[in-house]
């Protein structure tokens, strides 16, 4: 079974778009088999995606912090819940249990969780596929910005070109499924994390 980590808000965002772009990817998670690896919540778009799998009879797994779980945000229903002590242990547990990642809309969290996936890729502490999940077009500005940074030369073309990006959750979906097939190592190097 594939397993993907979801990084995405702990908000809803104003838009019920998102909560809907949200649902209907946890359940084609379940439909798919593929096994949801997260940061643990019940809150937000995470709660949402968390309950679509389980309600589809999916496997979920939650990676989440004590401070968090003492917030009492913990999703208590979960396949699994692996309380860790730091956001850093979060991170790297979320990515040695994945094959891929895919963000969705959120706050700063999400941006750093999946800015930190495409960096150890870059730096080859893994190499495992990476999207965004591009509802309402809520990641443009970003996108934008990658390719400011191309521009002002901070950022590689081939750097930025691997960031796979839809706003169609299905097609963005097998494209990083194909793309985990392709390149995904089982592996993690955490003395390099």
Known sequence: MKSIAIFCGAQSGHNPV??????????????????????GGKVGLMGVIADAVLAGGGEVVGVIPQSLVDMEVAHEGLTKLHVVQTMHERKALMAAESDAFMALPGGFGTFDEFC????????KIIKKPYALY??????????????????EGFLKPEQRNKVLVSDQGEALL???????????EDWVDFKRI
Do not use: C
């Open 174 to 184: 097998h494209q990083l499924l194909k793309s985990a097939e392709a390149t995904a």
């Open 116 to 123: 930190e996936i495409v960096t150890w890729n870059q730096i």
């Open 134 to 151: 591009n509802v309402n077009g809520y990641f443009n500005p970003f996108l934008q910005m990658l390719d400011h940074s191309v521009a």
């Open 18 to 39: 998102y909560r809907e772009a949200a649902h209907a990817l946890g359940t084609l998670f379940a439909q798919k088999e593929i096994r949801l690896v997260y940061g």
